[in-house]
């Protein structure tokens, strides 16, 4: 099984920990803005570490993914994933294919997600057989940051 790192595709509408939140935590009046850069970035660096230890991403965005075969979509390695964009591959001729929608499921929930198979369908026979011929495209993140996260994020 291999994966490659993920590629933002649209980063977040908005900071998984917002600066009012951080502000509130510190117990900072929000008309008090002498640290605003500072607690923002605190809490970009703290997201940005729970993200990469955790493979989560707490805000809702869109990342792309490179597997080397079919059956690495059987375990995604990055959550919460809300939902597959798009599949494109790689064929033998070298050119990219987009994979019918209709032939795969998103399968799981929480952290522990894949791709399947539709009923009655396959795999594309004609992949060409190269790393990171498969690229997923996902949308994943939490539409609200559960507790432990936030508090997480904060301490």
């Not at 008090?32 to 230890?53: G, N, P, R, S």
């Not at 499921?105 to 992949?127: C, K, N, S």
Request: proline share 7%; hydrophobic share 50%.
């Amino acid at each position: 099984m291999s994966w490659s790192a993920a590629t933002l595709v649209t980063p977040p509408a908005s900071p998984a920990i917002a600066l009012s939140d951080a502000k509130e935590f510190v117990r900072v009046e929000d008309d008090v803005t002498d640290f605003d850069v500072q607690l923002a970035a605190f809490a970009a660096v703290a997201v940005e570490q729970i993200e990469k230890i955790c493979s989560i991403r707490l805000a809702p965005q869109t990342v792309a993914l490179r597997a080397d075969d079919w059956s690495d979509l059987a375990r995604l390695p990055i959550a919460p994933v809300t939902g597959v964009v798009s599949i494109h591959y790689i064929d033998v001729a070298g050119d990219e294919q987009l994979l019918d929608p209709s032939r795969y499921e998103l399968f799981g929930a929480d952290l522990e997600t894949g791709i399947r198979l539709q009923v009655g369908h396959e795999w594309p026979y004609d992949m060409r057989s190269v790393a990171g011929a498969i690229r997923v495209t996902l949308e994943v993140g939490y539409g609200e940051l559960p507790p432990p996260l936030w508090a997480a994020a904060l301490y």
